[in-house]
């Protein structure tokens, strides 16, 4: 019971509070998964997990549909990335349901897929199809990956464990690394000139 609570936390904040940009909800759902045994209690960590992230989905939609597109100049959508929004925006314009079922395959697209799909005003009805559908693919494929592992038998070699655990270490940092570049080599947006109305004469 506390391994479905806390996966079902792990998704929400994931997907919900952008933790994902900071550690890939993947890793925490597998190294999860990897401490279970049996089916039961797999069983229930994978519907925790799908439970957490539409729940995430649903408070995306929420403040999406609260704030509307001038939520792309929020300081929370600056620092996920205005071209990760304009992505997501695109996506749902083209696509709408299908958009927002591939984005929970997509990190750091599916933190703020919902929130683009709630200021587009996609209809509730696709999107709680596409989130639940979503969210099931995505619990059972990372904690069937976590089951996978776990059987066989390298997580008692403790140099394995050490070593994976540097390799997310390290991914981390590289991601953060990459994301201040490219926020620094982005050109600022030009101050439009003014330019004076041409006097009339009389």
Do not use: C, N
């Not at 759902?29 to 089916?39: F, Q, V, W």
């Amino acid at each position: 019971m506390t391994s479905a609570l806390l996966g079902f936390v792990l998704a929400f904040a994931e997907s919900g509070l952008g933790l994902g940009a900071v550690i890939p909800g993947e890793v925490a759902i597998t190294s999860l998964a990897s401490r279970l045994d049996g089916p039961l209690a797999l069983g229930m960590l994978g519907a925790a997990v799908a439970l957490g992230a539409t729940a995430a989905d649903h408070l995306g939609l929420i403040i999406g549909r609260a704030g509307g597109p001038r939520l792309r100049e929020s300081r929370l959508i600056a620092r996920i990335g205005v071209d990760r929004w304009d992505r997501a925006g695109e996506l749902v314009q083209r696509h709408g349901f299908w958009a927002v079922l591939a984005s929970r395959l997509l990190p750091l697209v599916r933190t703020v897929m919902p929130v683009v799909a709630g200021a587009a005003h996609l209809r509730y009805r696709l999107f709680l199809l596409a989130s639940v559908l979503g969210a099931v693919a995505w619990s059972s494929l990372w904690v069937g990956a976590g089951a996978g592992i776990a059987a066989t038998g390298v997580l008692d070699d403790p140099w394995l464990i050490g070593g994976f655990v540097a390799l997310v270490v390290v991914g981390g940092l590289v991601r953060s690394l990459v994301r201040r570049w490219r926020a620094r080599r982005r050109p600022a947006p030009a101050t439009p000139i003014s330019v004076p109305e041409p006097r009339k004469i009389i």
